[in-house]
Every structure is written in C-alpha cells, then in structure tokens.
C-alpha cells in the first residue's frame, strides 16, 4: 500500500467512533517502540483537524522528518485497520468466518489434522446458518484436502462431500450471473437514470430477462436478494413506478423473512429501505414514507439518512432550515458523485417549495461543478431549477443563456425528443426525473 494519501489518511481517522479510537490507543501502546509513538502523534495530528487541509497538516508534522513522513502514514493505515479487526471481530459475522478459515488452515499446515476437521466443522454450520455459501465452499474445499490426507473417510462420506461441493459450486455460478446482470442494471441507472429510448429500454429487458429465467423460490438467500435487486434497479430503468414499489418492497421483506441476515448485511437492507422510501415518495404513501425514514434514522450511512429526512420534508412541505444547513454540509466532502447530486436536487427543490431560490442556486452550483458522467438525469433537471429560479428572481438576462446552454445539455444526452424546439425550457420544469 504505497503513496497512501492524507487525505485517504484522515477520512479514516475522522470517521472512526470515539470507543474505535480508544481502542486504536489501546492497541497502538502494546508496544511502546519510538514508531508507535511517532504514529500516536500522527493519529492526534490528523484527530485534532476539524476539515482536511495540506497546508494545516504540513505545519503540525514540522517536527517528522520529511522521509519518514510517507512510511509513518503507511504504517499508521494498517495499524488502524489492525485495531478495527481486532474490536470488530466479535459483531462482525465474516471476520470471525474468516478467522476460523484461517486456524483451520493453520492447523493444517501444522499436520494437526484432526483439530482442523473439529474447527471447520464449526465453520461449515456457521456459514450454512447465514448463508455464506463462499465460506462454505472453501471449508469443503479443505475437508476433502484432509480427508484425502487421513484416509478415514467411507465411500458414503466420499460421495456426500463430492455432492456438497457440487452444489456450492452450483449456488455461486447462480449468485455470480445474478449479482452481474444485477450490477449492469444498476450501472446503466447511474449513468443516465430512467430510460429515455425504446431501443435503451430493450436493451435493458434483455438483461432483466437473463435474471428472470432462473428466477425460483428455492433461491438461496443471496441469489434471491440479486434478482430482487436486478427487478428494483429494472423497473426504476423503465420508469414503472408501481414496479418499483413493489419490488423494493420484496427487496426489504426478503430482510424481514430474513432476520438473521440483518447483522451480517445491514447495508443491503438500508439500501432495500431507500429504494423503498424512494417509491413511497412517488406514490405519496405517508405511513412507508415515515417508517422508512424512521429505520433509515439508524443507519451509519449518512446519505440514506439525509435523502429520506429530505424526502419526508418534501413530502409535508416543511421548510426544513436545520436539515438545508446539514444537506449543505454533507455535500462539501468529495464523494460518491451520483449521491451528492442525488442530495442536490432534493435541497434544491426543497428550497424551492419555500421560494428560497436564491439558497437553491448553492445547491445547484455545487451539483453542476460535478465534471462526471453519472446520473445525466439529475444533471439536467439541476439545469432546469437552475434556469427556473434565475427567472422567478428576475434574472432576465441569464435565463436566454442558461435555456440555450441546458438544450445544448439534453441534445448532447438525447433528452428532450419531447420538447417542441419553439417552446421554451421553462414550460418544462419540474418534469426531469426525481429518482
């Protein structure tokens, strides 16, 4: 890991808990070496800043010398990372299956084969109870490696363990081509958003179809959850709004059927949560809308929290000062582009339901600064607000420009096969999509 980035440096510290960081002492001090305290001071260092400045860093690390600098860096990463797994390992499902993979193969390269057999039996049935089929296919993997090894295995065992590994491999050739067809979905949505031509939108019907013919209730749990995902991201390609409903609503009941699942993927179901207050949004469903916004209030992301709190504020006309202030906050750190023009939009309709439209031109300048490829969509409906609240401040003068400038846009992105040339842009507004 070489050239590791300031930046990238003081992002993790920042966003490390309070407790994370005690322990990251903790952990740090076990070995109290002159590098352990030099990365100490470089921990504080970058704790002590509240917003990331080269400049800053530069005159506080005067005392480090210029060429220990980039290995301290270095080794301060890893030993943050270190001190993660090591405070995380009894919440999280995966550090613990792959810690019980990696005494098992300890044990078996030590000729202690016995014991591993014990260890990666207990991982076997961990795996199955969560449905962590890799897991359970390299503990498979390494049983028949041992059984080969000790010789007591029966013709029975033999043909039970070959029929096991059969199936894992099955199940993860199955995952794999969902969770592809699933992700070229997602990818063609955050790229242009809905559809906007016949041909575009069979071209996605051909690889929403690919998921369709495997599509069985005897899915395992991951398969079923990338088809769900495939069927959301679909529908919100073609603009089916009560598709889209319904889909992300199987999307978090899948969760729900689920339970166990919740501790080992809260970030899928969080994601389930936001398709689904997306959708309630659209069809003006109060009680899903709330109790969405309610669940996603707990979610460690703040992007779900901040685009459903804003759709809740949308939706009962709230002129919401003090989540404008955070929206504009949290769209100040560089990020994931398609999200902060996600949080853009809604400020900046937001600000319009209460005809601040001088405070949504700030929105909009920071989402049309995005120089990026992603959510066209958004792109263009930023251009629409942008010209709207020029022209309802009076700006009369650069409304003409900024009209020409967001045909340019669409004819550029083919968006507006729609709009009558004569007419003009305005009498548009508002019909770019939301989602």
């Known amino acids: 890991m070489q050239n590791r980035t300031t930046k990238e440096l003081f992002d993790l510290v920042k966003g490390m808990s309070k407790w994370e960081k005690k322990s990251f002492h903790r952990y740090a001090r076990r070995n109290s070496n002159s590098e352990s305290l030099k990365?100490?001071?470089?921990?504080?260092?970058?704790?002590?800043?509240?917003?990331?400045?080269?400049?800053?860093?530069?005159?506080?690390?005067?005392g480090m010398q210029?060429?220990?600098?980039?290995?301290?860096?270095?080794?301060?990463?890893?030993?943050?990372?270190?001190?993660?797994?090591v405070c995380k390992n009894e919440d999280s499902l995966l550090l613990q299956l792959h810690q019980l993979m990696d005494h098992a193969n300890i044990l078996y390269s030590k000729g202690f084969w016995a014991q591993a057999l014990k260890v990666l039996k207990r991982l076997k049935k961990t795996a199955a109870a969560y449905h962590q089929v890799s897991f359970l296919f390299q503990a498979l993997s390494l049983q028949r490696k041992l059984e080969l090894l000790c010789g007591t295995c029966s013709a029975e065992q033999v043909g039970e363990l070959s029929n096991e590994l059969a199936e894992c491999s099955q199940q993860l050739s199955l995952i794999s081509h969902l969770s592809n067809q699933s992700m070229l979905l997602y990818g063609c949505f955050r790229r242009c958003?809905?559809?906007?031509?016949?041909?575009?939108?069979?071209?996605?019907?051909?690889?929403?179809?690919l998921c369709c013919e495997v599509e069985d209730e005897r899915l395992s749990f991951y398969a079923r959850l990338y088809f769900l995902q495939a069927k959301t991201y679909y529908y919100q390609l073609t603009n089916d709004a009560a598709q889209f409903s319904q889909s992300?609503?199987?999307?978090?009941?899948?969760?729900?059927?689920?339970?166990?699942?919740?501790?080992?993927?809260?970030?899928?179901?969080?994601r389930g949560l936001f398709y689904l207050?997306?959708?309630?949004?659209?069809?003006?469903?109060?009680?899903t809308l709330h109790r969405t916004a309610g669940l996603l209030e707990e979610s460690n992301d703040p992007f779900y929290q901040l685009s459903a709190a804003l759709n809740l504020c949308l939706f009962e006309k709230a002129a919401g000062n003090d989540l404008l202030d955070e929206a504009y906050r949290h769209i100040q750190s560089p990020g994931n582009p398609s999200r902060l023009l996600k949080i853009c939009c809604q400020a900046a309709r937001l600000c319009f339901q209460v005809a601040n439209y001088e405070r949504s031109l700030d929105f909009i300048f920071v989402g049309l600064q995005q120089k990026t490829e992603v959510r066209i969509d958004l792109q263009y409906e930023l251009r629409l607000l942008q010209l709207a609240a020029h022209k309802e401040l009076g700006h009369d003068r650069l409304v003409e420009s900024l009209e020409l400038s967001a045909r340019r846009f669409a004819k550029t992105y083919k968006l507006v096969a729609a709009v009558e040339k004569e007419q003009p842009l305005t009498k548009y507004f508002g019909t770019a999509s939301s989602t």
């Not at 210029?66 to 797994?85: A, E, H």
């Not at 207050?277 to 009680?287: G, S, V, Y």
């Open 39 to 62: 990365v100490l001071s470089l921990f504080s260092v970058l704790n002590a800043m509240e917003a990331y400045s080269e400049k800053a860093f530069a005159q506080k690390t005067k």
């Open 66 to 85: 210029c060429r220990q600098l980039p290995s301290l860096k270095v080794y301060l990463y890893n030993q943050i990372l270190d001190s993660l797994r």
């Open 193 to 209: 958003g809905p559809l906007q031509t016949e041909e575009e939108k069979r071209r996605a019907g051909e690889i929403y179809w």
């Open 248 to 270: 992300a609503s199987e999307w978090v009941d899948h969760f729900d059927q689920n339970r166990q699942m919740l501790k080992v993927e809260p970030l899928q179901y969080q």
């Open 277 to 287: 207050n997306e959708a309630a949004f659209l069809h003006k469903q109060k009680d």
